[in-house]
């Protein structure tokens, strides 16, 4: 055969692209690993805290407001900044964030219960240290979901953004359980702040020495986290096309929040979110009380500790079993979450030990965990591809203002009976269950029209 009648070798049309490694995705998943683990353990030692400066729980719930704010505001703003700075960068500045903000936390409520600060002002100083959190820490989770998306080939995408809400979700367990041992002789509750913190600096030290600066190999943008304490990402990342990965033109009008294909969803989202903030308010003081550990508030952190964390291991039971087992759809996951976590508020308001307590709200936090995705996606599958950014967005800031007021407000109900507190709580699951049961679209027509 003469040397011009052989065929050419077919070159690739494009080379694959490498996966992230292992020991990169394994300092991604300490990132959020350490930030979710951090503020979970907050959450368990501060009605503690409370109690031993003498502070009404109100006050304690509202110093979470101005940082929850702050986070709704500028988390969406840090994700379009990771595309113009970097996400190492954007990783990076959340870390300090995060460390600088419970060094600072632990600090405050160090000097305050040690009485060199009056209990005022040590809540002013707990309240300025935590907004720092909201606005410098919402900078890591959509870098880290933004750099994992950007370099991940389409067909590996949806496991890797699995695994990186994942270890949010799994932070959520091992902070509450690690909480009780780092109460230490002279640090006491603060252990927690200043022990995390440190966790925080090695982190991020491996974060600088090992990742390096990144160039995305897939354009694609990363959604912001619901709020400071939620386990999974608001949407999807958007850019993607519907075949490959090359950005969609971007959508000619804005979403807004109560446009009609989005409004029941939004509805739905905006007042179980207030439900379930409000019991995650009262969770941690309902202990103290039901249990008799207000004067003695050392012991009452592994009590709060634990029930906190039957709480997350029921919500990963819930993303991680139930919804791929079950192959829930928006509608029924929403619905089916809202009259589970009713049906464990219930039994929680009657609760009246350490067992009941933790299996009522394991119950609760087991719906919720059904509620929060299905209502996530459904939003998602009620707007086009092109507008998942925009749907992710208000998806972000929905789940954040269901955490600016209702937590102080459920905690201000409880301190007036109990039933006030519990009866709102589920009165909200009662009026998303039955406005769900006749607005939301059903599964079928969701998944059907966005084939």
Not at 168 to 186: E, N
Not at 213 to 219: G, K, S
Not at 272 to 301: C, K, N, S, W, Y
Not at 317 to 335: C, E, K, N, S, V
């Amino acid at each position: 055969m003469a040397e011009s009648d052989r065929p050419l070798p077919c070159p690739d049309p494009q080379p694959r692209q490498p996966a992230i490694s292992r020991g990169r995705m394994a300092l991604l998943f300490a990132v959020m690993l350490t930030t979710a683990a951090g503020n979970t353990a907050m959450q368990s030692v501060m009605p503690s805290i409370g109690t031993a400066l003498g502070v009404n729980d109100v006050w304690i719930s509202l110093a979470y407001t101005w940082s929850a704010l702050l986070w709704v505001v500028c988390a969406p703003f840090w994700a379009g900044r990771s595309d113009q700075r970097g996400r190492k960068a954007m990783m990076a500045l959340g870390m300090v964030g995060f460390i600088v903000s419970m060094g600072l936390c632990g600090l405050a409520l160090w000097l305050g219960l040690t009485g060199t600060l009056p209990a005022l002002w040590t809540l002013l100083a707990f309240a300025a240290a935590r907004s720092l959190y909201g606005g410098f820490g919402s900078a890591a989770p959509p870098a880290v979901q933004a750099y994992v998306a950007s370099r991940t080939p389409r067909a590996e995408r949806t496991q890797a953004l699995s695994l990186i809400a994942s270890s949010f979700g799994l932070g959520t367990v091992i902070g509450p359980a690690l909480a009780p041992l780092m109460v230490l002789p002279v640090l006491g509750l603060t252990g927690p702040f200043i022990i995390f913190a440190l966790i925080g600096v090695a982190t991020l030290i491996a974060l600088r020495l090992r990742l390096p600066n990144d160039e995305p190999q897939f354009p694609a943008r990363g959604a912001a986290y619901d709020a400071p304490y939620s386990g999974s990402p608001s949407s999807e990342p958007s850019g993607d096309s519907e075949d490959g990965d090359t950005p969609l033109a971007p959508p000619t009008t804005r979403l807004r929040w109560f446009e009609p294909r989005l409004r029941p969803w939004v509805i739905v989202a905006l007042l179980g979110g207030h439900a379930q903030a409000m019991t995650l308010g009262i969770a941690g003081f309902l202990v103290l009380d039901r249990l008799g550990l207000r004067e003695t508030p050392d012991v009452g952190t592994g009590a709060v500790g634990l029930v906190l964390m039957a709480g997350a291991m029921a919500t990963l039971l819930a993303q991680w079993g139930l919804i791929p087992r079950f192959d829930l759809g928006p509608r029924a996951a929403t619905l089916s979450g809202i009259a589970l976590a009713a049906a464990g508020t219930v039994m929680l308001g009657l609760a009246d030990n350490l067992h009941l307590i933790a299996l009522s709200f394991a119950i609760s936090s087991l719906g919720f965990g059904l509620f929060r995705p299905g209502s996530t996606s459904g939003t998602s599958l009620a707007v086009t591809r092109a507008e998942q950014g925009q749907a992710s967005g208000i998806t972000a800031s929905v789940a954040g203002a269901s955490y600016i007021f209702a937590p102080a407000l459920g905690v201000w109900l409880y301190n007036h009976s109990d039933w006030l507190s519990f009866g709102l709580i589920v009165a909200l699951c009662l009026v998303v269950l039955l406005y769900g049961w006749r607005a939301l679209q059903a599964d079928e027509v969701l998944v059907r029209e966005r084939r």
